[in-house]
């Protein structure tokens, strides 16, 4: 599979459909560039036409912002402000809530207006109109599945049914963690946590978390945020259950079930 | 007429002073910096229906929400008998509603009666939940000493309006052959079966005036309470912030001063703004919003913020309810200082002391440690629990925006994390291309 950076296809003349934002993780860190490619598998298997800024992509500047250090937040997103400005780009999807929530409710104020999609949320549209097509009987059908909120598209932007639609469509057995939904339970990565030590406490935040999906008797947790997603694969690891509970994103659950053609 | 005078002296100086503790508060909360209001009218007018009036967000836990609703019902009810009782005390006569509503003016006494047995109920139950039960968010490190204090003094009172309520009626049924038809009183008044009219004509004046002085009392410790929420609750719906939520303010100094160092337009360019001696983010109530200080006279001191907070929640120092209390705590510090008129809290000694020029050499982080707020997730699970529509999560990352760009400090380990973004665009200073992933595939 070849995937075209704006670049590319600017220069024939091209226009994608969408932008794909990859953003931080999903392009360097190990665990989340899985999540990347999945997702690239399933726009590419559903033929929709879409693009990556490539190496023209910066850091949001979310953890920057929201550590309080608006200069390096206004040096990334006016640059990314002009790249897709430049670029005329008008819908943009990302498989990061951090992204997601920058672009679609920060950047205007910077002059970046775009429709920016969740991956959950397409996903969903992607299945609803029938053009992502699961295998009868998937891999998950019947499994007991956990969804984590994360805060960013939860509770921060309102989004909780897209992603348990997404997850509807495994056929897989969905049980809710105590805390789901607006009361749901940050993973502890948030606000620039991933980059620092923890203050001092009795316990971490991920701990806190994955004791919780655990309670809940499923074999996997679906997460929709690589920052979740390594917080709860922490947090499983440190109750020594990672060969029995298995975390993942939405986009590598779907792709596994999907028909491929 | 002696009792008329007395009414009328009690009542002027109760309200005049109360009206004074009123405008203190107000000029408190306008020590913060001015804050346009954008958005919807009508929406905010919907958050005071379904929020303030409506308790919406009280009902994600069903029993206070319930017996939080009989106070409050009982409480507004009330102010109808109140609007008699002042009547009469300023005109000398006795239930000057009854011969103008006759059988309507049953119901409506008979209803506040109900009404108040339910609130007795309620009342009763809060303190238990507060003393016996203990329960957890009443009872961490901010609540002790005055604000577990203020909790329960707010109980008693009730309870001692509510005996007064019913005092007063019943013995005044017993001195008019229960005539009236109240439907709590009327098994009360057998009580006093047997007692001679001038000792039910004194009774009745214990509750009258038991009543209304507990009313005023009650009016002059809202200043000073949590209880300030039962008015703050709706101008602080009203003005609560409409932008999305996963917004934060932009900051329009730093945009411009960035979009020059990268070449780019700068729309509005008005006067240059001399980057060396501004400040940024907040470090004092100055420096917040006036919205921040109405927000932390309008809490209630509930606690479900702080009971949602995953920092709190796994024993870390920080406690949403805290910075909010600190809020109001430097306010009313900076408030008691500015009233000494004392030269010594000036910033120039030769004028006089304002809110302008006021300089004591202390700020919110005397008050909240940098602990605390490094603790943050930006979750935003705080600002969806609070009744009252609070944002604890604004104030924290303001004092953040102060430590990192006013003060140059914050968490060493952001260091390399703000190094690798300024330099490499990314969050991690990595030595692949940011693409390379794509050729693996
Ligand atoms: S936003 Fe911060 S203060 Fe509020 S609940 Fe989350 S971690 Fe706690
Ligand atoms: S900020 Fe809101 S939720 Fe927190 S204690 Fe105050 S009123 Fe309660």
Redesign the pocket.
């Not at chain 2, 603790?375 to 600002?383: F, G, L, Q, R, W």
């Given at each position: 599979m070849n995937v075209f950076t704006m670049a590319e296809m600017a220069a024939e003349g091209r226009e994608p459909e969408i932008l794909f934002w990859v953003g931080c993780a999903g392009s360097f860190d190990a665990r989340a560039q899985k999540v990347t490619k999945a997702f690239c598998q399933i726009l590419d298997t559903v033929g929709m036409s879409f693009a990556i800024l490539g190496n023209e992509e910066m850091c949001t500047g979310d953890p920057a912002r929201r550590a309080g250090n608006e200069f390096v937040f206004q040096m990334l997103a006016l640059q990314n402000v002009q790249t897709l400005n430049g670029y005329n780009i008008k819908k943009i999807v990302t498989a990061c809530p951090h992204c997601f929530n920058t672009l679609k409710n920060e950047y205007p104020a910077l002059g970046g207006n775009y429709e920016v999609v969740h991956h959950s949320q397409l996903l969903q549209e992607l299945i609803n109109t029938g053009r992502v097509k699961m295998q009868e009987g998937g891999t998950f059908k019947g499994k007991k599945i956990t969804y984590h909120d994360s805060c960013y598209l939860g509770r921060v932007n309102g989004v909780y049914e897209a992603p348990r639609s997404v997850l509807a469509s495994l056929d897989a057995q969905l049980v809710e963690m105590k805390r789901c939904k607006t009361n749901g339970l940050?993973c502890g990565a948030g606000?620039a946590q991933m980059f620092k030590e923890d203050e001092p406490g009795e316990k971490r935040i991920n701990l806190e978390r994955a004791e919780e999906a655990l309670a809940t008797g499923a074999g996997i947790i679906a997460a929709n945020c690589p920052f979740c997603l390594t917080m709860m694969q922490d947090g499983v690891k440190a109750k020594d259950k990672q060969d029995e509970v298995m975390v993942y994103d939405l986009a590598e659950l779907i792709v596994d079930s999907m028909v491929k053609i | 007429m002696i009792q008329q005078v007395l009414f009328v002296l009690i009542a002027g100086a109760s309200l005049g002073y109360a009206v004074l503790q009123f405008l203190k508060i107000r000029r408190n909360i306008k020590l913060g910096k001015d804050e346009p209001i954008a958005g919807d009218t009508a929406e905010r007018w919907r958050n005071v229906l379904l929020i303030a009036l409506g308790q919406k967000k009280m009902f994600t836990r069903m029993i206070p929400a319930v017996l939080h609703l009989f106070i409050y019902v009982a409480f507004v009810l009330t102010q109808v008998e109140l609007l008699e009782i002042f009547v009469d005390g300023i005109s000398g006569q006795h239930r000057v509603f009854w011969p103008i509503l006759g059988g309507f003016y049953t119901f409506v006494i008979s209803f506040i009666e109900i009404l108040s047995v339910l609130a007795l109920v309620a009342t009763i139950a809060f303190l238990a939940r507060r003393n016996v039960l203990r329960v957890a968010r009443f009872h961490q490190p901010e609540m002790k000493g005055w604000p577990f204090k203020d909790a329960n003094y707010i109980l008693f009172l009730e309870v001692a309006l509510i005996f007064f309520i019913f005092l007063m009626n019943s013995a005044d049924m017993a001195r008019h052959n229960d005539e009236y038809g109240f439907v709590v009183s009327q098994f009360l008044s057998p009580i006093w079966s047997g007692t001679g009219d001038g000792l039910l004509h004194v009774l009745e004046r214990i509750g009258w005036w038991g009543h209304i002085l507990v009313v005023f009392a009650f009016l002059n410790y809202l200043p000073f309470s949590k209880h300030l929420h039962i008015i703050l609750a709706f101008p602080n719906t009203f003005y609560a912030r409409l932008a999305p939520r996963g917004e934060m303010e932009n900051m329009p100094e730093i945009m411009n001063e960035v979009k020059n160092m990268l070449g780019l337009p700068v729309e509005n360019a008005g006067a240059e703004v001399n980057m060396d001696n501004l400040e940024f983010g907040a470090n004092d109530v100055f420096s917040l919003s006036w919205k921040n200080v109405l927000d932390a006279y309008s809490c209630t001191e509930c606690g479900r913020?702080t009971s949602?907070?995953?920092?709190?929640l796994t024993g870390k120092k920080?406690s949403?309810r805290k910075?909010v209390m600190d809020i109001r705590d430097r306010a009313e510090e900076i408030g008691k200082k500015l009233d000494t008129k004392d030269t010594q809290y000036a910033k120039d000694k030769a004028q006089p002391l304002s809110a302008a020029n006021f300089e004591d050499g202390k700020s919110l982080f005397d008050y909240i440690s940098r602990e605390e707020i490094h603790?943050?997730?930006?979750?935003?699970?705080?600002?969806e629990a609070c009744p009252v529509l609070i944002n604890?999560?604004e104030p924290?990352l303001k004092l953040r925006r102060y430590e990192i760009l006013s003060l140059s400090e914050g968490p060493s380990e952001w260091l390399p994390m703000f190094n690798s973004m300024e330099n490499n665009g990314a969050v991690w200073a990595m030595s692949v291309e940011r693409e390379a992933w794509k050729n693996e595939l």
């Open positions: 940050c606000g | 913020c949602v907070c995953p920092a709190n920080l949403p910075i603790a943050c997730t930006t979750c935003n699970a705080c600002v604890p999560l924290i």
